[in-house]
Nanobody, 123 residues
Framework: QVQLVESGGGLVQAGGSLRLSCAAS????????IGWFRQAPGKEREFVAA????????YYADSAKGRFAISRDNAKKSVYLQMNSLKPEDTAVYYC????????????????WGQGTEVTVSS
């Protein structure tokens, strides 16, 4: 089993920034695609950003392009999501996920999930 732990969430005003972290326990971390998803109350879980295990290829939802940046540090077995210019509609629980299927936005390709970290953006 791959254990994932998110951190870095909190309360921020609109226009502010947060950096989310995802720490993995597995020694084979570098072989997994990593994705960030979010879920707001009453809404379905949606894709935010992802990074492939090979070559560092990144993927972004339209809502994240130009504002968010995903990166990974295989030596530290961690993935980060830098979130800038935050908007109230970014308010959600953010989840880190790992998988060995197709990288990108397809939620069913990710087999392992963290417990989530809350992000609240006030206006």
């Amino acid at each position: 089993q791959v254990q994932l732990v998110e951190s870095g969430g909190g309360l921020v005003q609109a226009g502010g920034s947060l950096r989310l972290s995802c720490a993995a326990s597995t020694r084979t971390f570098s072989t997994y695609n990593i994705g960030w998803f979010r879920q707001a109350p009453g809404k379905e879980r949606e894709f935010v950003a992802a990074v492939a295990w090979s070559g560092g290829t990144t993927y972004y939802a339209d809502s994240a392009k130009g504002r968010f940046a995903i990166s990974r540090d295989n030596a530290k077995k961690s993935v980060y999501l830098q979130m800038n210019s935050l908007k109230p509609e970014d308010t959600a629980v953010y989840y880190c996920a790992a998988g060995r299927g197709r990288p990108g936005r397809w939620i069913n390709e990710y087999a392992y999930w963290g417990q989530g970290t809350e992000v609240t953006v006030s206006s």
